[in-house]
């Protein structure tokens, strides 16, 4: 049966953009024409949590309402580089436990972290939405894998921006940074674009 996991911050005891993660997970039961009887709010109170620092809180669940949960302190990954990878056929719609692909392409790439392409266009890391910056704003890829909950946010506080990204006009873009529940905006953690060590050289030159 399929499982399905949601990655929540909690922080100082206090937990972050729930209602976000509460709607995909009620409209992943919904894809499937099933209810969605899980309440995040509720199963965090359950914890009793009283630790400060920050922490990531993990729901793995099934279609059928049952789950298990698991809070465990978090440290934010740093990378030393970044690939690009080409899967025209990956498909990340739902936010699925099951991460085989994701592993298969870290190992098959010679990079610290990956970058997918797909079909030319710029997507997601294994882990992460992503930012790109151009004149001093910030975008982000049309064409993400998964609809993130801080990309969500962020576009909805006009933070940032979302636009086309390919292979093709990724040069255009001095620095990226990677985002998702647990880690944020912060414009003093980004990376040059030449951390990305396959970076075409002409257009059409993406070569692995």
Request: charged share 30%.
């Amino acid at each position: 049966m399929s499982r399905f996991i949601e990655s929540i911050k909690v922080e100082d005891q206090k937990i972050f953009l729930t209602e976000l993660h509460q709607k995909r997970m009620n409209e992943t039961f919904s894809n499937f024409a099933k209810e969605c009887k899980i309440d995040i709010q509720s199963l965090f109170l359950n914890l009793e949590h009283d630790e400060d620092g920050l922490y990531k809180f993990r729901i793995e669940y099934d279609l059928e309402n049952n789950f298990k949960t698991q809070i465990v302190p978090y440290a934010i990954s740093e990378h030393d580089d970044f690939g690009l990878v080409i899967d025209n056929e990956i498909d990340y719609t739902f936010k699925s436990a099951d991460r085989t692909q994701f592993q298969k392409m870290k190992n098959d790439s010679s990079a610290d972290e990956i970058i997918i392409v797909k079909e030319n266009q710029i997507t997601d890391t294994s882990y992460s939405n992503l930012l790109f910056l151009k004149d001093k704003t910030w975008f982000t890829p049309k064409t993400y894998l998964l609809n993130g909950v801080m990309r969500q946010s962020l576009l909805a506080s006009k933070k940032i921006k979302e636009t086309e990204i390919t292979v093709d006009n990724i040069k255009e873009y001095s620095h990226f940074q990677l985002i998702n529940a647990l880690n944020d905006f912060d414009e003093m953690f980004i990376y040059p674009i030449e951390k990305i060590i396959n970076l075409p050289k002409e257009e059409s030159d993406l070569e692995f």
